[in-house]
């Protein structure tokens, strides 16, 4: 009994939470104007652009999975570090979270790797990609400080107000965002240490994360991880030049909202919805953009980029169905190419 709450509300909380914030957000938005967006009143082109990069960000993130199993002694075929990864950002979209057990079961299976090392060098990537994320907000925040004082002075916009613009519900969703992100936090790290109480698995998890400090080509590395974010970026810019009332705000008002929007997807709901939703909406806002347009922006914006990364955990189930067939089945593989990824 205990154990079905705990999964009921590890599914439905995050859920309801997401729900509930998209519900306050979107209760006045014109639904009209939705519509008309999608059918025809923005630039479907550009969208088809970002989508490249939303792919690339995660084959770069496979790329650099296999340059930190290498002081390990463990390779991995590409095809089955891009197939785990896929599968781990489609599967949490309906558990936020479970996706980075999942990709580490995944290539554990597929390529006879201890699932406790996949765990340790997953936890060294994230505290990299964690610093990555600090030092752009950082960088960010300096350099918009002169922008932002202009921005007030030429609008007549004192910080003040627009906090006092924020109902009280903007207050509260603020909140409870930020208790459910350290919630989350709490939660990793006493699954950490139960999960390596052995000395045995404390060694090999230990392994793992030190492998990012025995790297071979460190460079290769930071290339990959620099390709990863600057992909994260591109498909989330690229898409401001789908509609006209974000066309014109340039690469530094995107990459404010891009670095917000990072924060705001730590927050325990399915892809960051919600929280992202609201923190995006916010920055367009102060960029000048209307409030419903701002809105509308997020929501076409998140849902399509939702739906490239379920096409890619569809694309992988499949991929890695035809694997296990293989295996069972040699003569069903198809004729080499020269070589082996």
Known sequence: MKQALKYILRIGFPLVLAAVILHWMYRGVDWGAVWAALEGGMNWWWMLLSMPFGVSAQMFRALRWRVVLKPMGEKARLSTCCNSIFLSYASSLAIPRVGEVLRCGVLSKYENISFTRLVGSVVSERVVDMSMVFLFSVVTMLTQIPVFLDFFDKTGVNLGGFLGSLTSTGYWVTAICAL???????????????FSRTKEKLSKLMEGMMSVARLKNPWLFLLYSVGIWVSYYLHFYIAFYCFDYTAGLGPVAALVAFVVGCF????????????????????????????????????????????????????????????????????LALPSMGGSV
């Open 264 to 331: 705001a997807v730590l927050v325990p709901t399915p892809n960051g919805a919600g929280p992202w939703h609201f923190v995006v909406k916010t920055v367009l806002v102060l960029y000048g953009v209307q409030d419903n347009d701002a809105a509308v922006f997020a929501l076409i914006v998140h849902t399509l980029q939702t739906m490239l990364t379920v096409v890619l955990g569809l694309y992988a189930l499949a991929a890695l169905a035809m694997t296990r067939m293989v295996k069972a089945d040699p003569s």
């Open 180 to 194: 459910s992100a350290m919630g989350l936090v709490w939660l990793l790290v006493k699954k950490l240490k139960l």
